[in-house]
């Protein structure tokens, strides 16, 4: 069955704390793997595809990863603002998008 | 320039009443999907179409859901007979899908339904 898995539900990270978010799937052939940024009240903000395995990706202070398996959303030195939800979806090789529920980061001051 | 838009933003019915959700794709986008977020659960997949191609209607969860694009651009997601388990946020996405390969989708703001 596909399906993709975001670990931690939720993260707390001080101020210029360095940390990782997973994204975890299994799917009938990957087409793309897509990380997005959700803001509450808004929708899902594009932040990168990733569509083979070694593939990475760097935008500020988020670098995403990709393997067979999983991908990493890496968050160097977070500030405030990177405060969000980070949604995980995969697209897969029958033409259906899965996203995963989220990973909830607050960065303190 | 312009992104995705949705209309209304919110939208309070009384339970049994229909409801038309408007989403305005980004211009030259071919594909266009449609979301359900409830609370606290990931993205749930509606239904999604491609240029002039028959849609996927996989993901409607019944038959009181429907949706229609015009013109490969606007599109109307209705539901029908309106329950309490229909509120959620309804979002939009578009993609300059002109291939079978995958592109980013780009969000709309979503319309917030609540069902009274």
């Known amino acids: 069955e596909d399906q993709v898995t975001q670990s931690p539900e939720a993260l707390r990270l001080q101020e210029g704390e360095s940390s990782s978010l997973n994204c975890s799937y299994t799917?009938?052939?990957?087409?793309?793997l897509f990380w997005y940024r959700q803001d509450p009240g808004k929708g899902p903000e594009f932040l990168f595809t990733?569509?083979?395995a070694g593939e990475e990706k760097e935008k500020e202070r988020l670098k995403a990863t990709l393997t067979k398996k999983e991908s990493f959303l890496h968050i160097t030195a977070p500030k405030p603002e990177d405060s969000a939800t980070y949604l995980c979806?995969?697209?897969?090789?029958?033409?259906?998008?899965?996203f995963g529920t989220g990973t909830s980061l607050t960065v303190i001051p | 320039g312009a992104g995705v838009s949705q209309s209304p933003s919110n939208k309070v019915t009384e339970k049994g009443k229909d409801v038309e959700l408007r989403c305005d794709p980004i211009?030259?986008?071919?594909?266009l999907y449609w979301y359900r977020q409830s609370l606290g659960q990931g993205l749930e997949f509606l239904i999604y179409?491609?240029?002039?191609?028959?849609?996927?209607k996989s993901g409607l969860p019944s038959d009181r859901f429907s949706a229609e694009r015009t013109g490969g651009s606007v599109s109307t997601l209705t539901i029908q007979r309106t329950q309490q388990e229909d509120s959620a946020v309804y979002l939009c996405?578009?993609?300059?899908?002109?291939?079978?390969?995958?592109?980013?989708?780009?969000f709309g703001p979503g319309t917030r339904l609540t069902v009274l």
């Open positions: 990733l569509y083979s």
């Open positions: 799917v009938s052939g990957l087409r793309g």
């Open positions: 996405a578009s993609s300059p899908d002109r291939s079978r390969s995958y592109n980013e989708q780009f």
């Open positions: 211009s030259g986008h071919t594909a």
């Open positions: 179409f491609q240029g002039n191609s028959a849609p996927d």
């Open positions: 979806a995969v697209a897969s090789l029958g033409n259906q998008f899965y």
